[in-house]
């Protein structure tokens, strides 16, 4: 059965229409760079600071993508290569990807890579995976114009006040994704802690010295330390 499922997932129309998913993103992400370099004089950015801008978004993606690199590797021996590319190269989030797949899975009374694990069960898998991340989409797509007026009308009222409530959100986004993480165990806490820990120095020496390029590669440094450290800990 398995062998039979891998070979409808790695299969010709299943990889067109990955390919097709993936290319449509590549080329929303260049269109945006295109605006965003167009439209950098208009408020006042130099074309150093756009290129800085670029280069530090391309070395923060580092970090997370060498986390999600090790959940692809284990989806695409159960679900194959086509739909875990789609997948996360729409969400972005392998662990919500790979719970997904276990849901559809254990919804079809099955399991991923067991012998029970058949086409229809890899079919219930591709409409849960698909299916759950549209809401996101969705959201997206009908509510992101009105959110947009509403940050207009705050900004035009109250500048400060904008700033403070796109910061409060941002903080409170990554704060509950960290936090949610951290209090698994010991190690992830201390991984956690000796992440923001890092960032905060980085910046520190950043600003001190003068060499702006520690900005750029913060993240990038943090996350490692941070992983490093919880590995350390989950040793002990």
Do not use: H
């Amino acid at each position: 059965m398995i062998k039979e499922v891998m070979k409808t997932s790695n299969s010709a129309p299943i990889w067109i229409i990955a390919f097709s998913v993936i290319f449509i993103v590549i080329f929303q992400a260049l269109i945006f760079i295109r605006m965003a370099k167009k439209t950098a004089p208009e408020v006042g950015m130099t074309p150093k600071e756009v290129k800085t801008a670029i280069k530090t978004g391309l070395i923060g993606s580092i970090g997370p993508s060498m986390g999600i690199g090790i959940v692809i590797i284990s989806l695409i021996a159960l679900i194959g290569s086509p739909l875990t590319m789609m997948r996360i190269g729409i969400i972005g989030s392998a662990s919500t990807e790979a719970a997904a797949a276990e849901i559809g899975a254990k919804a079809f009374g099955s399991s991923l890579g067991t012998e029970s694990f058949t086409v229809e069960a890899f079919s219930t898998v591709v409409w849960t995976m698909c299916l759950g991340g549209m809401g996101w989409l969705i959201f997206a797509f009908l509510f992101t114009k009105s959110l947009g007026n509403v940050q207009n009308k705050l900004k035009s009222k109250n500048p400060k006040l904008m700033g403070i409530v796109s910061a409060a959100a941002m903080m409170g986004a990554f704060g509950y994704l960290a936090v949610e993480k951290m209090v698994i165990d010991i190690s992830s806490a201390i991984a956690g802690l000796m992440a923001i820990i890092t960032m905060f120095a980085v910046l520190y020496i950043a600003k001190k010295t003068g060499k702006s390029w520690l900005k750029e590669w913060s993240l990038a440094i943090s996350m490692v330390v941070g992983m490093y450290s919880g590995y350390l800990v989950s040793l002990i």
